[in-house]
């Protein structure tokens, strides 16, 4: 009975090696999904100059579109919940939301979208716009990675990058930065799943 | 950070500017047209005189504190102090033009109502965006109803001031900004808890302005809640002039509590318990008459105004002292 099938499975195994070898038409670009489960946002900022406050936002969503072949058209988009700030500290959190901060009634996503990508050694350089608190400013951020890996079916790729702005450039109150530090750190490590 | 004293000098910037141009401008509307020589009589504080000091005070105070913090307002308390504030003035100057039509006044005052809360909302997730909180019923009915609730406080208060004297209303009115602001910032929203403070303090000057114009210059003395006499000669307070004061601080008061809620967490119960404190002054209307008269019945009705005020800035101070202080003494933000 076994016998009898093993040339058809040979053909079907075959069949399968060609059709993952063989080359492909110039496929457009791979368009990944941000998988919030397996990315993070987090952020520092100095606390009276002698040492940082930690943070993260855990909601954000996003999705990335590369092609290997002509990285200048990769974009890349992420917007994440400001809303969603956490520094385990649930007061100080409703205190951030506040309009002294991040004002996430009015402001409820912070932002970036890629507007140029240029290849670098282990990535990418992304130049794009970064909004904050109702104030867009062009950024370029190092995106270091972008190795791909196949999980259950599924391919993944991975970039991380940091980002240092100073919160009075997007409009934050001067007078209520008091003694958290002007300029923030901001970590991006994100994996997107293919769609 | 809070900066007491730069709110100190913000406020008396505000009080000295709203006094002193109330004023100048009362005395250079005394004199008549066409540079003729002053008539005899005393010199009027109008309407005019007081809506310009007062609001130039709030500037001036608005002005030190560095409110509004962007020229593009992005934000709702910007907004206020952008368009609001401007309109509540420009209806204000409106509805002293047209007091022989009540009904021309109160439509401009009903528009304004309507206008300030949209305007506050502009932008905000509860209007727009793809996680819209609000629906559009919802929107319209939470508009009119704000809108009622303010047209419903100013017109009472006005009612008050007529019977009990307006800068006894105004003064509660400022009693109450001052209250405001000190529960919003204790709510952790520092520079919303700032913008009130100037305008108590513009207020305050002109209504000291209008009640020394009010003080007749020969006894018997009569004291603020009176009806306002008009002396022989010195400087009179036009009647119902600060009715547009009134007006600013109502649409202030709102204003501020209104975006302090949506934007900032101020709770739904300190909000209408704050917009509604001044209305307290009516309590007074039913003590007997003679403990209405003079500084002991304006004492009263301070005191009746105090009372949910100080009750609000209780509850503020004790989650304050609870949640917020060790946060900035201990962890610290």
Redesign the interface.
């Known amino acids: 009975m076994r016998m009898r099938h093993l040339p058809s499975t040979f053909a079907a195994a075959l069949l399968a090696l060609f059709a993952g070898t063989a080359p492909r038409p110039a496929a457009a670009a791979d368009e990944y999904a941000y998988d919030a489960v397996h990315s993070s946002i987090g952020f520092k900022a100095r ?2 100059d002698i040492s940082w406050i930690h943070g993260r936002f855990n909601e954000a969503e996003g999705k990335f579109s590369i092609d290997r072949e002509n990285p200048a058209k990769s974009t890349f988009a992420l917007t994440i919940k400001a809303d969603s700030v956490d520094t385990a ?1 649930v ?2 959190d ?2 951030l ?4 901060y991040f ?6 996503t912070i932002e970036f979208k890629s507007t140029s990508v240029k290849p670098i050694d282990g990535g990418y350089e992304v130049t794009g716009d970064f909004t904050m608190h ?1 104030v867009t400013k062009k950024v370029t951020l190092q995106l270091k990675g972008g190795k791909e890996h196949e999980f259950k079916g599924t391919k993944r790729v991975a970039f991380s990058t940091e980002l240092s702005l100073k919160r009075s450039d997007f ?1 934050f ?1 001067k ?2 930065i ?3 530090g002007d300029e923030a750190l901001i970590f991006i490590d994100c994996e997107g799943m293919r769609k | ?1 809070p ?1 007491p004293l730069l709110y100190g000098e913000a406020f008396a910037l505000a009080g000295f500017v709203s006094a002193a141009l109330t004023l100048l401008l009362s005395r250079v509307a005394s004199r008549s047209p066409g540079g003729r020589p002053e008539q005899p009589g005393p010199r009027r504080v109008g309407p005019f005189a007081l809506l310009f000091g007062v609001s130039a005070g709030f500037a001036a105070g608005c002005w030190l504190l ?1 409110l509004p ?2 020229w593009t307002p ?4 910007d907004r206020y102090l952008t368009f609001v504030f401007p309109l509540a003035v420009g209806v204000e100057l409106l509805a002293t033009r047209c007091r022989d039509s009540i009904r021309v006044a109160w439509l401009l005052r009903g528009g304004l109502a309507l206008a300030a809360g949209r305007i506050l909302l502009h ?4 209007l727009q ?1 793809p ?1 819209r909180e609000w629906t559009s019923g919802e929107t319209a009915a939470l508009l009119m109803g704000s809108a009622v609730a303010l047209v419903s406080v100013w017109w009472l208060l006005l009612a008050l001031g007529r019977r009990a004297g307006e800068a006894t209303v105004t003064l509660s009115l400022s009693m109450t900004l001052l209250g405001s602001g000190l529960a919003i910032m204790l709510e ?5 808890g700032t913008a009130p403070l100037p305008l108590a303090a513009a207020i305050l000057g002109g209504t000291f302005v209008a009640a020394r114009a009010s003080r007749p210059t020969a006894p018997p003395a009569v004291a603020i809640g009176d009806p306002l006499p008009v002396p022989a000669h010195g400087v009179a307070a036009t009647p119902a002039a600060l009715d547009g004061v009134l007006g600013l601080g109502v649409v202030g008061l709102a204003s501020t509590l209104f ?1 302090s809620h ?4 101020l709770s739904t119960g300190s909000a209408v318990a704050l917009l509604s404190a001044p209305l307290w002054g009516w309590l007074a209307e039913y003590l007997p008459l003679r403990w209405r008269h003079g500084a002991g019945g304006l004492a009263m009705r301070l005191l009746l105004v105090a009372f949910p005020i100080a009750a609000v800035l209780l509850l503020a101070m004790r989650e304050f002292v609870k ?2 202080l060790p ?1 900035l003494t201990i ?3």
């Open positions: 606390h009276l500290n007061k100080r409703e205190h939301r506040q309009p002294d004002d996430t009634k009015q402001f409820p109702g409009g109150d007078s209520a008091g003694p958290i | 950070m900066d560095r913090t962007t992005a934000s709702a308390l932008g905000s997730v509860y965006g996680h952790g929203y520092l520079r919303g975006l949506f934007f900032a967490g949640e917020t946060l962890a610290s933000l």
